[in-house]
């Protein structure tokens, strides 16, 4: 992990009473389907939605916020720790570090009787992982105390991959390899037929070329 950076926010008096009066919190569920959301897009309307609150406390303007410098990447990095996750490959030493970066913000309730959170970036770490919300909601989704773990599925459609929760029906098994109310089940499974058709000529091509040659 390279140099922690911390930035000092210039806050005006009141500034936390008015984060919390002013509404647009989220919830922990709300800040985790943002970022499946955001994995699955890529879309800066949604990453939006789901950063704006960081400069909710020191920026008085209504003006929409500049585009982040390297959206791609940033989802690029949150899609890799969501597949680790997924394929059980997350090391003790990853999550320390989203442990660390997610160290880095300050959770402040709406109001008093809300559920809702303001999340306020006071510590940023340049590192290769998902910075700031998203490695909170990462170790969220590993934490056995919340209803998250072992329930996330990526799709196994080659044109699909995108990240789900399972979904339990009242009987037989959680449907968690194909994105749900989609065909991409029936797509993936017309694409591998199709492939073993190839695989099958190609095969029978080669014996075929052998023994031609052999006769010569």
Same mark, same amino acid.
């Given at each position: ?7 000092? &926010? ?5 500034? /936390? ?10 919830? $922990?569920?709300?800040?985790?389907? !943002?970022?499946?959301?955001?994995? =699955? ?7 939006? =939605? ?5 400069? +909710? ?5 209504? !003006? ?29 030493? %990853?999550?320390?570090?989203? !442990?660390?970066?997610? *160290? ?16 306020? $970036? ?16 990462? /170790?969220?989704?590993? *934490?056995?105390?919340?209803?998250? %773990? ?10 699909? $991959? ?20 989609? *065909? ?11 492939? +073993?058709?190839? &695989?099958? &000529?190609?095969?029978?091509?080669? %014996? ?6 052999? &006769?010569?």
């Amino acid at each position: 992990m390279e140099t922690i950076k911390t930035f000092e &926010r210039v806050l005006e008096p009141g500034w /936390l009473e008015k984060i919390r009066s002013s509404g647009g919190g989220l919830t $922990e569920r709300e800040l985790v389907d !943002r970022s499946i959301k955001f994995a =699955n897009s890529g879309s800066i309307k949604s990453y939006f =939605n789901f950063t704006a609150q960081l400069e +909710r406390a020191h920026q008085e303007d209504k !003006r929409d916020p500049s585009p982040p410098a390297g959206i791609k990447a940033t989802q690029e990095r949150l899609r890799d720790a969501l597949t680790a996750i997924v394929d059980g490959q997350v090391t003790l030493e %990853r999550v320390q570090t989203w !442990r660390l970066i997610a *160290d880095g913000l300050l959770p402040i309730e709406s109001t008093s009787d809300s559920r809702e959170f303001h999340y306020l $970036e006071v510590v940023s770490f340049a590192s290769p992982e998902p910075a700031g919300l998203f490695a909170l909601v990462l /170790l969220w989704l590993q *934490d056995t105390h919340r209803p998250y %773990r072992g329930d996330l599925c990526q799709c196994r459609w080659h044109e699909c $991959e995108k990240f789900f929760f399972a979904v339990r029906p009242e009987t037989g098994r959680p449907q968690r390899f194909y994105c749900p109310e989609s *065909d991409h089940m029936t797509k993936a499974h017309d694409a591998a037929a199709a492939d +073993r058709v190839r &695989r099958s &000529r190609a095969e029978r091509k080669k %014996r075929a070329s052998i023994k031609t040659k052999r &006769r010569k």
